[in-house]
């Protein structure tokens, strides 16, 4: 073997190496990339996670007002009737008082 052949090897094998070299770079860009996405991943996960028990209390609280509305709607009820029992007594009243008042005998 000549002195050429040597370096046509060692041309050969820098350009093999160069290569190499330029494919481990973008392994190590892409295991990079690979790396933020995860971290974005994990911090979408934390905020899904951290909506999802917001969104538990905020049902928690509405079930809450519900019972209470519906409690306070019973108690509206009562007295509303309450309220119409007595105007039409109150106009009941006022009737027969025109009616058989101290005047009308």
């Not at 911090?43 to 049902?59: A, H, T, W």
């Not at 007595?86 to 008042?101: E, S, Y």
Request: cysteine-free; aromatic content about 4%.
């Amino acid at each position: 073997m000549g002195q050429n052949t040597k370096i046509n090897m060692n041309k050969g094998e820098s350009t093999r190496l160069d290569r190499i070299e330029e494919k481990i770079d973008k392994l190590a860009d892409a295991v990079i990339s690979i790396a933020r996405a995860e971290e974005k991943l994990a911090g979408l996960e934390s905020l899904n996670v951290d909506q999802s028990r917001k969104l538990q209390d905020l049902e928690d609280r509405l079930r809450l007002v519900e019972t209470k509305i519906h409690d306070v709607e019973g108690a509206v009820g009562i007295l509303n009737k309450i309220f119409w029992i007595a105007l039409t007594a109150l106009i009941t009243g006022a009737v027969a008082m025109a009616f058989w008042g101290p005047g009308a005998i």
